[in-house]
């Protein structure tokens, strides 16, 4: 990742507080934990760090369940104990992210933590240039247009700085390329982009600011390194700390459980019969993982298939980071007209979204598997086969459904 090796130095505290993810913080948190005595047995038990543990689990709490990330505002950062809540709520949550031992959840949370510094940065046009500058390696302004602005330095609040800037900003074409496949929508793609002498330019548009597109870019980039940091921290919790870590992590552990269920019992009871690759897409859906393109389309194919509502396709992709009811009910449309056909195991495994290995799953071992809409087939006989004499026969609605699916999983048999 072209990210720069040596970011901007950045001194104003207030600045660090509002971003507590950028590395030029650590040097500070640390020194503030000194000045404070704030050591680990202070940050997870103390009564001093209340507060601190009380905004991270409101910040793991909009993780799971808030679609526009972490709340913006926490407490008032221009205190020093404001700041204080706020470096290390997010040092507290990021350990309960890591005691959980659960990669979908760190995922999860780096993109809550940098959609909520997007919305931030958006409107931070003192700040932009320097969390930019760290994290993508060729930026420049092309021309700032005056607009009337009041006096403001990197601590004054974000409400007193000018709104609506008319700067336009432009980023080096390797750093474009490498984030765009991983934001939806045409405005990303580099055909549409206006590129000259290795250079994107960021264009104003009516409701979509240069310094908005710089900040959705900067999202990605922050959401890796937040992740990375965390995967790598990972490493540092041992048995102890997970114990005491216990409480907090199953709270987000529930929470991010029920968040799944509701999702995959959105379309009734059949999806005990959905192959481990549907039902890992459909819950990573429905916490906010940015599944990739490849799982998407399949997801959206095998629900058209199975004949589900088109509108259960479309609330799959409700947690989806960049969810968009008119982008997805057009795509989910779309894929139901043209009746794509899901694709096979050896393709989901290429594009990594089968999630079993050898050995985890029965039916998915079988040498004759190589399709999800065949694990459906033999999921659903083992239960004709299993079922008790004595049982009822399914409801009409039920037993039509039924029917059809088998019908359609005969065909990819053939
Ligand atoms: S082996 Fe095939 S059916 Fe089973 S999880 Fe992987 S992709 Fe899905």
């Known amino acids: 990742m ?54 991270a689990r409101l910040r793991l709490i909009d993780t799971v369940q808030s679609k526009e990330g972490v709340q913006v505002s926490g407490g008032d950062i221009h205190t020093e104990e404001g700041r204080i809540v706020e470096a290390f709520s997010f040092y507290y949550a990021r350990l309960v992210v890591c005691a959980s031992e659960d990669e979908r959840l760190v995922a999860r949370w780096a993109q809550a933590e ?43 609040p974000l409400r007193q700085r000018r709104q609506g800037t008319s700067d336009l900003w432009q980023i080096g074409l390797s750093d474009f390329i490498e984030i765009c496949p991983k934001i939806t929508g045409q405005r990303w793609r580099l055909p549409n982009a206006d590129v000259e002498g290795g250079w994107v330019t960021l264009h104003n548009e009516r409701q ?33 700390l997970a114990v005491r870590l216990a409480e907090p992590v199953g709270m987000v552990r529930n929470l991010m459980a029920s968040k799944a269920s509701e999702a995959i019992s959105l379309v009734g009871a059949d999806e005990t019969d959905w192959p481990p690759c549907m039902q890992k897409i459909v819950a990573e859906l429905a916490t906010g993982v940015n599944v990739n393109h490849f799982g998407r389309l399949f997801l959206a194919s095998m629900a058209s298939t199975l004949a589900l509502p088109e509108e259960s396709c479309v609330n799959f992709f409700r947690g989806a980071p960049d969810f968009s009811e ?43 598997m190589d399709h999800p809409l065949k694990y459906i087939r033999a999921t659903q006989r083992w239960k004709r086969l299993t079922r008790p004499k004595a049982e009822p026969a399914p409801e009409a609605n039920n037993s039509e459904k039924v029917n059809n699916t088998s019908d359609i999983v005969g065909d990819a048999n053939k």
């Open 2 to 55: 072209p990210v720069p090796h040596t970011p901007p130095p950045i001194a104003d505290e207030v600045t660090l507080a509002r971003y507590p993810f950028l590395p030029q913080a650590s040097e500070w948190i640390r020194g503030m934990a000194l000045r404070h005595s704030i050591n680990l047995d202070e940050l997870l038990d103390g009564s001093w760090m209340d507060k601190a543990r009380q905004r």
């Open 114 to 156: 940098a959609a909520r510094a997007e919305q931030l940065l958006m409107l931070d046009a003192v700040n932009l240039p320097l969390v930019a500058n760290t994290y993508v390696t060729e930026l420049r302004l092309k021309e700032s247009v005056a607009v009337p602005t009041m006096a403001a330095s990197p601590s004054t």
């Open 208 to 240: 979509y600011a240069s310094s908005a597109k710089l900040a959705r870019l900067l999202r990605e980039r922050i959401k890796a390194a937040v992740e990375a940091d965390a995967l790598e921290k990972m490493a540092e919790i041992n048995t102890d």
């Open 326 to 368: 008119g982008t997805t009910t057009y795509q989910v449309q779309h894929v139901y007209q043209h009746g794509y056909t899901p694709s096979g195991c050896g393709k989901l495994k290429i594009n990594h979204n089968c999630p079993v290995l050898p050995g985890d799953n029965r039916t998915c071992d079988q040498s004759w």
